[in-house]
């Protein structure tokens, strides 16, 4: 029943920028969290940032100062600032969400930075 869809990934050359978004649809829930999460294929899928309920921001090292998290229209819709790319960002970055204990996750979005 909730969908997320997540969209703006793409080919980027170091040092470029990128806008990923994804909505939410099917909930009339409450939402917990939402986020951000991505995984390389020779790599465990990892947190990049994510907004609580009390929309307090969290990121993971790897991206602080680079990348920004934030709400859409509404809390059902988030948007990933991503700036000064390097290639190790490169995965498929997957937007998801909390719902009353439930998780749900999008398809994904390929994110691609070259060298």
């Known amino acids: 029943q909730v969908q997320l869809a997540e969209s703006g990934g793409g080919l980027v050359q170091a040092g470029g920028s990128l806008r990923l978004s994804c909505a939410l649809s099917?909930?009339?829930?409450?939402?917990?969290?939402m986020g951000w999460y991505r995984q390389a294929p020779d790599k465990q899928r990892e947190l990049v940032a994510f907004i609580g309920r009390d929309e307090t921001s969290y990121y993971a090292d790897f991206v602080k100062g680079r990348f920004a998290i934030s709400r859409g229209n509404t809390k059902s819709e988030i948007v990933l600032q991503m700036t000064s790319l390097k290639p190790e960002d490169t995965a498929v970055y997957y937007c998801?969400?909390?719902?009353?204990?439930?998780?749900?996750w999008g398809q994904g979005t390929q994110v691609t930075v070259s060298s």
């Open positions: 998801g969400a909390t719902i009353r204990g439930n998780a749900y």
């Open positions: 099917g909930s009339i829930f409450s939402i917990n969290i």
